[in-house]
């Protein structure tokens, strides 16, 4: 009784497409992308039946890289984008002509965005993380103007380096809440928001594609990392040893890059991966008898579990770069390559896992 990766409706699109997104409460999602003269594109479709519905589209002045719905509630659903030029948008989709914020975040192009506080996803204040080629990792509060509410760059005399992918999580309470952010060298990289330190830092060696807690609004649990050559870690985030840092398991997924990570919104030890080869692979993470043990020296240190794949597709000739799982339909999610077609799929008998 395998999970089953079912392609329900496909769409051509006529762009470079980087990142796709469902609408929360909704059976509408969004593309983004780059268009061939050089500007950027945001269509809306909506899902009728077996076809997608093109609803609006918008040319906007650079290519969009990035997006998120997490820093904004249900009611306004408020999409916050990171573009080639550095620029943090955030667009009101009923009137998308002009954004109702707009700062220029970073020197170079905005690689990542995660957003946290709204949809009823994590406590605390509404916040939008972005990363950038330029290095630097910010941390924007849409109430406030202009100015990030953290900076992290690197110190004097520090390389900088290419920071491809940024999540928020451990946003249990109103002070709790971490960033993590990976860059091109394989750093990895746990910043604290409430005491503005870096909590924990590693290194896996090839340049960090994607990573995502399996929930943002809760102790810090789990965290997936993937990576350049087609290896994935999952890091118990539950126990810090002093030296050791957090136990992690890894996994030689396939022969290519590892674009993203996506944890199941209705079950986190559920999670999907999409690959350069245009293969998407369904896991599942099983914990271990006890998560935690003590050492020679009596500090507490974390026991990894394993993971098992439940399911594996090619669809696509072409890497897929994009993938969000529908935040209410359990087993919903769309993904985008670079063939340029955007893919709805159904992943049938997850209760069953």
């Known amino acids: 009784e395998r999970p089953q990766v079912v392609a329900h409706a496909q769409q051509a699109l006529s762009y470079t497409l980087f990142d796709c997104k469902w609408v929360p409460r909704s059976a509408r999602l969004l593309c983004l992308g780059s268009a061939a ?17 093109l609803l609006r589209e ?29 620029n943090l948008n955030i667009w009101n989709l009923e009137a998308p002509e002009t954004p109702v914020y707009s700062v220029k975040g970073h020197k170079e192009i905005i690689n990542s965005i995660d957003g946290v506080g709204g949809l009823g996803i994590g406590e605390g204040a509404p916040e939008i993380v972005t990363g950038s080629r330029d290095g630097t990792v910010k941390v924007w509060d849409p ?82 990392a993937t990576s350049l050559e087609g290896k994935f870690h999952v890091f118990d985030m539950r126990t810090q040893h002093p030296t050791k840092g957090f136990a992690s398991v890894s996994e030689k997924a396939q022969k290519s890059t590892i674009w993203q990570v996506r944890h199941l919104p209705q079950n986190r030890d559920i999670f999907m991966t999409s690959g350069g080869a245009g293969s998407l692979h369904l896991w599942k993470y099983e914990y271990p008898a006890q998560r935690s ?26 890497p897929i770069s994009s993938l969000d799982w529908s935040p209410d339909k359990k087993g919903l999610c769309v993904c985008g390559a670079f063939d340029q077609t955007v893919r709805v799929l159904i992943v049938t008998k997850l209760n069953k896992v």
């Open 37 to 53: 003269r050089g500007t950027g594109v945001l269509q809306l479709y909506e899902l009728r039946g077996g076809r997608l519905a």
């Open 58 to 86: 918008i040319e906007k002045p650079k290519p969009i890289k990035c997006g998120t719905f997490g820093a904004t509630s249900l009611q306004q659903r408020y999409l916050a984008t990171g573009d080639f030029d550095g």
């Open 143 to 224: 109430r406030q103007k202009d100015i990030p509410v953290a900076n992290m760059e690197p110190a004097e005399g520090e390389s900088k380096r290419d920071c491809w992918t940024v999540a928020f999580g451990n946003a249990y309470n109103q002070e709790e809440r971490v960033v993590c952010a990976g860059y091109d060298n394989g750093d990895i990289k746990l910043f604290d928001l409430k005491t503005m330190s870096l909590r924990w830092e590693t290194s896996i060696k090839n340049g960090v594609c994607s990573v995502e807690f399996d929930r943002k609004d809760v102790n810090m649990n789990k965290l997936v």
């Open 293 to 318: 043990r003590k050492d020679s020296a009596g500090a507490e240190m974390g026991v990894a579990g394993s993971v098992s794949l439940l399911q594996n597709v090619t669809l696509s000739t072409q």
